[in-house]
């Protein structure tokens, strides 16, 4: 019986530190988690073979991005380009700009409209050069995560 006890009154403790810190929290934040949604890949060229890289991507990666923007399937994209500190690191990151959440959940006519892009794309490059130039990549550089992010904003 005491170790009952002594079992139901450690969790009331706790009970009784941890609600007022979980709302008082809520009530005073500093920030508005309402922004913008970006998937981020993270990718380290190979040595030189970074302005190949670009210049592959700008005809299959970018030219789908101009067109998502075009089609309002995304707000934005860009390209950011610094130095990595390891071997580990990246040195690019690809971003792509949602305008929420829900641009994730499933939607059939959205999801038409980026397979009619990738076709056309397909259709005006050439099935054989889009094959080699995507499988190339490999080659290139080497993909080291995906992240999404939601931009935030203070009050």
């Keep these: 019986m005491k170790k009952i006890t002594?079992?139901?009154f450690t969790i009331l403790l706790a009970t009784l530190f941890v609600i007022p810190t979980l709302s008082f929290a809520q009530d005073d934040e500093d920030f508005i988690e309402e922004g913008t949604v970006w998937n981020v890949t993270f990718i380290r060229?190979?040595?030189n073979m970074g302005d190949e890289y670009l210049k592959n991507?700008?005809?299959?990666?970018?030219k789908a991005m101009d067109q998502y923007v075009a089609e309002g399937l995304i707000v934005s994209y860009m390209i950011?380009?610094?130095e990595a500190f390891g071997w580990d690191d990246f040195n690019l990151m690809l971003m792509m700009e949602f305008e929420n959440f829900a641009t994730f959940d499933p939607d059939p006519e959205r999801e038409k409209k980026f397979d009619a892009?990738?076709?056309k794309l397909l259709a005006e490059m050439g099935e054989e050069k889009m094959d080699?130039?995507?499988k190339s990549y490999s080659d290139m550089r080497k993909m080291l995560g995906t992240k999404t992010f939601r931009?935030?904003?203070f009050k």
């Design 6 to 8: 002594t079992y139901l």
């Design 45 to 47: 060229t190979k040595a």
């Design 57 to 62: 991507l700008r005809q299959t990666w970018g």
């Design 80 to 82: 950011l380009d610094g």
């Design 117 to 119: 892009i990738q076709e």
């Design 132 to 134: 080699s130039t995507v």
């Design 151 to 153: 931009q935030i904003s």
